[in-house]
C-alpha cells in the first residue's frame, strides 16, 4: 500500500524566507566521501552546477525560491508515503511487497527510465545511490536491484551491522564487492555493532534509502531522494508484518543533511554518545551555504537536528545522550508539547516499548488524565524465543509500562498485532517546539506562543526502548503534514482489520 500526494509549497516556502532571514541530462552530486579521519573533504560540498543550472535561463534564484523548488521548477518537493500491511499471522500466504517493491522502484530509477530504457552512460556514472538496513533475511527485492545498479555503473552503497548477518546479506556483500561500482560494509567496531556509536550492545538498526537522481511514482524524475521507515528488507520484519516508510523527493536541504549522517556512518565516525552535539559542533557538514535563498528557515542542522520547512519534515538520529529531564528525548519532547483536551488523539504504533521507557508511559497517562484519548498496538509475540526475550507477554508492552497506564483516569485501550510500525499519531492542539524552535506549521508560518491544533506523524526506525535512544544509530522522523497523518490513520486502521489483531486486558 503506497500513498502519494504533492506539497503545496508555494506560500510556504515564501513565508519561510520571510520569517528567518531531477528532468537534469546529469547529476551533480559528487564523488563518495568517507575516509576514516575526518578531514574537511569529507563535509558535503555543495555542488558546483546546482544552484541555477537545473532553472530556466530567466528564472532567478528568488523565483524558484518562491515556488519552494530549489532544484529549479522541473523538480517540486513531494512527499510519499509507503507501507506493507499482510492480512493473516503466520504462513506461505504472510507476504505484502508493496513498500519494498517501491524500493526497488527508486533503485531502479538510478539506472533505467520509467520505460525501462538504460540512461546515459553518463548519466548512470554520475548518481549515488546509498541504502542502509539492520536484518537481510529471506531478503530478494531491494538486494537484487542493488546488484543491478552497480552493474550498471551506478554508485552504490549499502551498510549492514555486523552482529546481524544471515545468508542475504552475505549473498550481497558478495555480489557488491565483485561489481567495480559496489561497496558493501559492516559495521562493528569491539562490543558494538553500530557505525555511529561505541556504547556496549548498540547496533545499526537504521532503514535508509537514498538515491541521488531517480523518479516518482508518477514517472516524474526526482533529485535528492530520501526515504527512511520501520522495515528491514526481507523477512518477518518486512513483508510479512506491517511496516511504514516516507520518500522525500526534491528536497535539497534534506538531501545534503543526510549525506552528511551517511558518510559518518559509512566512515564509522567515534561521535561519543550525544550525536545531536556532534552535528551542531559541525554543522557545516549538514546542509549547504546558500539553503536560505532557496527558501529554506536556515542553512544547516545548527542545533544537532535536521530539518526542512519546504518538506515540513524533522529527523533526529540517535544515539543522543537524553534522559526524561535533559528536553533531548524527541518523543518525549513532542509529548511535553500536547495541550491536553477532550478532542485529544493518541495512537501508539510501536513493535516494543519497555520499561527504560517509562517516562513516556507517565506522560501518556498524565496526558490520558487531561482527556486525550489514547489506544496503543504492539507486536504478537506469540514465539518462545522472543516471548522470553521481550517482556514475558502475548503483547510486546512490558508490565511496568502498562502498570502506569492502569492510574490513568480511563483506560487507555492496548492491542496485539503483527506490526513492526515505530509510529505515534497525534491529532491535538501542540505547543511550540523547544528542542527544535525552527520548525513552522503546515501553512509554513512560526508558531504561536498558544499553540496550535495539528496532525502529527512521529515514525522512523527507534522502539520505544532504552537502547534506542541512547546507544544505537536510529533515526525518528516528525511531521505535521495532514497528508501524510491520514495515510497513516489508514495504515492503523487496516491493522485492526488483520486476523492477527486481538485487544489485550491488563
Known sequence: MIVSHRLRLASVAAIGA??????AATSTFGADEAPAAEPAAVQTPEPQAEPQAQVAPQATAAAAATKGRPYGSAYPIDVEANFSRPYFDQGASNRDYSLLNDLERLIRGSYKTPAGKYKSKKMRRSTWVYAGNSRMEDSVRVGREL????????????????????????????QLNATKYGRYKACGRGKSMACLS????????????MVSDTYTRSGRPARGVVWTGSSNFGGRSAERTFNNGTTIYNDKKLWYQMRGVWNDMWAERNIGRDYMRYIAKRKSRY???TAGRDGYSGAY????????NLANYTVHVSPLRATPTNGRDPILNMLNR????DQCRIRVMENRFKYRRIALAYKLAALNNGGCRISIVAFKDDWKKNYREHCFQLLRVCKPILDVLKTSRTEVDAAYAQIHDKTILVDAKLKPNALNPEE????GRAWPRSGSRVKLTLSGSANLTGSNLVASDEITTITTDPDVYDSYVEHWRAVT?????????Y
Do not use: C, E
Open 18 to 23: 520571510l520569517v528567518l532571514p531531477l528532468v
Open 147 to 174: 546488484v543491478r545498479a552497480a552493474k550498471a555503473g551506478v554508485n552504490v552503497r549499502f551498510i549492514h551491522p555486523d552482529a546481524h548477518h544471515s545468508p542475504a546479506s552475505k549473498k550481497l556483500r558478495k
Open 497 to 505: 482489520q488483520t486476523k492477527a489483531y486481538g485487544v489485550f486486558k
Open 287 to 289: 546542509g549547504y551555504r
Open 301 to 308: 542542522a545548527s542545533r544537532g537536528i535536521l530539518y526542512s
Open 440 to 443: 513552522r506549521l503546515p501553512n
Open 338 to 341: 500536547i495541550v491536553p483536551d
Open 198 to 209: 561505541r556504547v556496549s550492545g548498540a547496533i545499526m538498526h537504521s532503514k535508509i534509502v
